[in-house]
C-alpha cells in the first residue's frame, strides 16, 4: 500500500484524529530515569554505545540529532493505520506534507509548511550539564531552527524525583561576560565551575518553566513534559556534571565551522539580559491557568488549564475529563495529545493509560488531532467510575485561543 493511501485512509479512520505509535530516543550522555513507562528491559535496548533511552518524543516531524550512529527515522513520529488485520505505520511527517492543511490548518501550513514543534517526555535520573538553545539567527548559520522551549511536570511521571530535582536557570546578577567566558575557556580543566554563577530552583509536579533561547540552564532530574519549537540545536556549556565528563564536541555544538575555537562567539549565544534578570523566576515561572472558570467546568464534567503559556512558539494544555462524564472539547488549532492517566472513548478511538511498554509496542495514548477535528469539538468519554481522563495537548505556533503571558 503506497504511503499516500496510507495517510488518507488513516484520516478517514480516525475521522480527523491520527493515532500514533510510540518514539523512543537514546541520548549517549543521560541515565534513564525509568518514569516514561517503558519496560525495564528495554532502556538500553539499542545498545550500550547509543546510551540508554530517556526521552519519548511526541507528535514529531524533527528528527533527532544523535550524532553519527542515529538510527533511521529517529525522532519521529509515525502514524498508524490498521485495516484487514494489517497494520501499515507512515512517518506524521510525510501524511503532513501529503495532506497539509486539512491535518495542521491551512494557517500553520500557508506559514511554515509543516508542523513547526513537537514535544517529549525528558526523563533523566540526575541534572543535565548547563546548557543553551541558539536563537534563530544563530542556528540559521548552521541550517537549523531555533528552539525555545517550555517545561511542565506532570505528576503522574514523577513518583520520584530523581538524583536532583533542582534546575539551574539564568546567570547571577552582577556576573560579567568575561567570567562566563572564562568558563567556557576552562572546559577542559574539570569542572569549569560555570554553575557557580546561577541559581537552583526547586522543581514542583503540577508546575512548569518558559525557556526562551539564549537561557543557560541545567534541567533538573523530574520527569518533564516538553513543548518546544522543531528543533534539536543546543550546546553544552558545563564541563562536569554529576562527576561525568561532558564531551568538548557539544561545547561546539551549533557552532559554525569557521568560529570553532571562537568563546566569543559562544558568548554571544547568550541573551545577557534575559539571564541576569532579577525577576528571573517571576518572568519564566508557570502555575496551571484555568482556560474557563473552573466552577463552569466542573458543571459540565471536565477541567482544562493552560499549562504552557509564554509563548508565541507553542502552547499547551492539562485536560481532566471527569469520572464518568461524557464532554465534547473544541479547540481552534490542531494539536498532539499525551494520555497520561485513564480510560475512555475519544471519537472512533478507544483511549487508555498503559502501565508498561516493550520498546516496538503499539499503545492507545497518544494522537494527533487535526485543525478540522478540533474546531468541530472532540466528543470524549471516561469510562471509570472513580478515575479521571487526564491528557496533555501540545499545539503549535500563535495558537488562536491562546492569551500569551509575559
Same mark, same amino acid.
Given at each position: 500500500m503506497a504511503n499516500s493511501s496510507i495517510a488518507a485512509k488513516a484520516l478517514e479512520q480516525g475521522q480527523g484524529i491520527l493515532r500514533l505509535?510510540? %518514539?523512543?530516543? =537514546?541520548?549517549?550522555?543521560?541515565? /534513564?530515569?525509568r518514569r516514561i513507562k517503558l519496560h525495564p528491559d528495554d532502556y538500553y535496548v539499542l545498545g550500550g554505545v547509543r546510551g540508554g533511552i530517556d526521552e519519548r518524543w511526541l507528535s514529531s516531524t524533527t528528527p533527532a540529532k544523535n550524532g553519527p550512529l542515529t538510527g533511521e527515522h529517529e $525522532? #519521529?513520529?509515525?502514524?498508524?493505520? *490498521?485495516?484487514?488485520?494489517? +497494520? *501499515?505505520?507512515?512517518? &506524521?511527517?510525510? @501524511?503532513?506534507e501529503e495532506l497539509k492543511g486539512e491535518i495542521v490548518g491551512d494557517r500553520l501550513w500557508d506559514e511554515y509548511q509543516s508542523w513547526p514543534m513537537y514535544s517529549k517526555f525528558f526523563? !533523566?535520573?540526575? =541534572? &543535565? =550539564?548547563?546548557?543553551?538553545?541558539? !536563537?534563530? *539567527?544563530?542556528?540559521? &548559520?548552521?541550517?537549523q531552527n531555533g528552539k525555545p522551549e517550555a517545561y511542565y511536570f506532570p505528576p503522574q511521571l514523577n513518583n520520584h524525583g530523581g538524583d536532583f530535582p533542582y534546575t539551574f536557570f539564568g546567570i547571577t546578577p552582577g556576573t560579567t561576560k568575561e567570567q562566563i567566558k572564562q568558563c567556557l575557556m576552562d572546559f577542559n580543566k574539570g569542572d569549569n565551575k560555570i554553575t557557580n554563577f546561577s541559581s537552583a530552583y526547586k522543581l514542583e509536579p503540577g508546575t512548569g518553566?518558559? @525557556? =526562551? /533561547? $539564549?537561557? #543557560?540552564?541545567? /534541567?533538573?532530574? #523530574?520527569? %518533564?513534559y516538553e513543548p518546544q519549537k522543531a528543533s534539536d540545536i543546543f550546546a553544552m556549556y558545563q564541563s562536569l556534571v554529576n562527576e561525568a565528563i561532558v564531551p568538548e564536541e557539544l561545547l561546539w555544538n551549533g557552532t559554525p565551522q569557521d568560529k570553532m575555537g571562537d568563546y566569543d562567539e559562544l558568548v554571544s549565544v547568550i541573551d545577557w539580559e534575559a539571564n541576569v534578570d532579577p525577576n528571573f523566576a517571576a518572568n519564566h515561572f508557570m502555575m496551571p491557568r484555568p482556560v474557563h472558570p473552573l466552577e463552569e467546568m466542573q458543571a459540565q464534567g471536565y477541567v482544562e488549564n493552560w499549562i504552557c503559556y509564554r509563548s508565541e512558539a507553542y502552547s499547551a494544555k492539562e485536560l +481532566?475529563? &471527569? /469520572? $464518568?462524564? %461524557? @464532554? %465534547?472539547i473544541t479547540d481552534n488549532a490542531a494539536y498532539g495529545l499525551i494520555m497520561m492517566q485513564g480510560h475512555g472513548k475519544m471519537g472512533v478511538w478507544n483511549i487508555e493509560t498503559p502501565a508498561l511498554i516493550r520498546y516496538g509496542q503499539l499503545t492507545n495514548d497518544e494522537f494527533f488531532v487535526t485543525e478540522n477535528a478540533a474546531k468541530a469539538g472532540v466528543t470524549i468519554t471516561n469510562y471509570s467510575s472513580t478515575d479521571p481522563i487526564v491528557m496533555l495537548k501540545h499545539f503549535g505556533p500563535n495558537n488562536p485561543d491562546l492569551v500569551v503571558v509575559k
Open positions: 505509535a510510540p %518514539t523512543w530516543v =537514546p541520548r549517549s550522555f543521560c541515565v /534513564p530515569g $525522532g #519521529l513520529s509515525k502514524v498508524v493505520f *490498521e485495516e484487514g488485520g494489517q +497494520t *501499515e505505520q507512515v512517518l &506524521l511527517k510525510d @501524511v503532513i526523563d !533523566n535520573m540526575g =541534572p &543535565l =550539564p548547563h546548557h543553551i538553545h541558539h !536563537n534563530d *539567527e544563530k542556528a540559521a &548559520l548552521v541550517g518553566w518558559d @525557556v =526562551p /533561547p $539564549g537561557i #543557560l540552564h541545567a /534541567p533538573g532530574s #523530574l520527569c %518533564t +481532566t475529563v &471527569l /469520572p $464518568g462524564a %461524557t @464532554v %465534547t
